[in-house]
């Protein structure tokens, strides 16, 4: 029997066809301990060192784990950046890293999956009009594969949320400078993901409105809280994500990533158990959330995605795809395809 690798679990409905729509790749050098107790004593940290590494090699064990993955999309991560040149176009460096692994892939010598069969990169909104060479160049560095770009947002006024992550500053969805270089998304016909945290609902609300035509997906169903400042809070700020999620449901322009929520910001007690939790109580912490989403959304603009190698720090990567089909067990097989494969082909441009 195909099980779920290292958790014994039975591979729900392995035939069906999955596109993941997010996923990283990167090869961290590890750093020296001297002086960095506080940032590795922070979760997300302590689940992202876990993983110091996870290249072509490890994306392919992975996926080879018993579901039908058929193709992924990368997402940016800081990972290779160029060590020279002007600091705008280091982040060109990622994307030809990626396209060499995409290109690894397309051989076909790994079989028909196509790993990072879309891009997502990097670049810096906050350039204005002068994202726009940069955005080309990361256009030509994808050869085919760039679809658009990350910039993230995230930021609470409790540092201790974001740990090392933090030093952003509130309001950068906001800011005319950034909107002037999001503006040269629509000139070249890109996509942009968002993250945030889920305070920040109301600024991509706005964005959005702002800019209708610009096709935009909200990561990790906006990253519900319940850690530091937040701990015990998350049901009393559901109400105020699932009212913000239903309001930016209403700009057509918007899909959403049905995921990330074995990272440490929303404070299941499934993380980093010992043993991992089963996709049973997985379904059953992150059920409220995506069922809110498909319902706002409609499954035509929902993706399930597995964040990986991130949400390793809640369990492997067969457990997790067992727990969203656990989730989506009532749906109709139709909308089973958009959930796992049709939005994601579609939104990232993907034949899969």
């Known amino acids: 029997m195909t099980t779920a690798a290292n958790a014994g679990e039975?591979?729900?409905?392995?035939?069906l066809p999955i596109v993941d729509p997010h996923h990283h790749l990167w090869?961290?050098?590890?750093?020296?301990?001297?002086g960095l107790a506080p940032a590795l004593n922070h979760p997300f940290i302590a689940a992202v060192m876990r993983v110091p590494r996870y290249l072509f090699d490890e994306l392919l064990a992975d996926t080879r784990s018993g579901h039908n993955i058929r193709a992924t999309v990368f997402l940016e991560c800081r990972s290779m950046y160029r060590a020279g040149g002007p600091e705008e176009m280091r982040c060109i460096g990622e994307t030809e890293f990626v396209n060499g692994v995409a290109a690894m892939s397309a051989s076909g010598l790994y079989g028909d999956f196509r790993a990072c069969a879309a891009i997502v990169g990097h670049v810096d909104m906050r350039l204005g009009e002068k994202a726009k060479p940069v955005l080309e160049a990361q256009v030509a560095a994808g050869n085919g594969r760039f679809r658009g770009i990350r910039h993230s947002a995230s930021y609470d006024a409790d540092s201790g949320v974001l740990g090392p992550l933090a030093g952003g500053s509130p309001g950068l969805y906001l800011d005319a400078k950034f909107r002037e270089g999001f503006k040269q998304l629509g000139k070249l016909g890109l996509s942009f993901d968002a993250w945030m945290l889920e305070p920040q609902l109301p600024d991509l609300i706005d964005l959005a409105q702002a800019f209708p035509d610009t096709p935009i997906v909200l990561d990790h169903v906006g990253t519900p809280l319940g850690m530091a400042s937040y701990e015990?809070?998350?049901?009393?700020r559901f109400p105020v994500w699932r009212?913000?999620?239903?309001?930016?449901?209403?700009?057509?322009?918007?899909?959403?990533?049905?995921?990330?929520?074995?990272?440490?910001?929303?404070?299941?007690?499934?993380?980093?158990?010992?043993?991992?939790a089963s996709s049973e109580l997985l379904a059953e912490e992150w059920q409220p959330y995506i069922e809110t989403c498909v319902e706002a959304f409609g499954v035509n603009r929902c993706m399930f995605e597995s964040n990986f190698p991130v949400d390793s720090g809640s369990c492997n990567y067969a457990t997790l795809w067992n727990a969203f089909k656990r989730i989506a067990a009532n749906f109709s097989p139709t909308e089973k395809t958009a959930l796992f494969s049709g939005t994601a082909a579609k939104f990232y441009r993907i034949d899969a």
């Open 232 to 236: 015990g809070r998350r049901g009393e």
């Open 27 to 34: 090869d961290r050098i590890a750093p020296t301990r001297e």
């Open 10 to 15: 039975a591979i729900l409905e392995p035939d």
């Open 243 to 276: 009212d913000n999620i239903r309001k930016l449901a209403k700009s057509q322009n918007v899909t959403v990533k049905l995921g990330g929520l074995a990272m440490p910001f929303a404070g299941f007690k499934s993380f980093m158990t010992e043993p991992p």
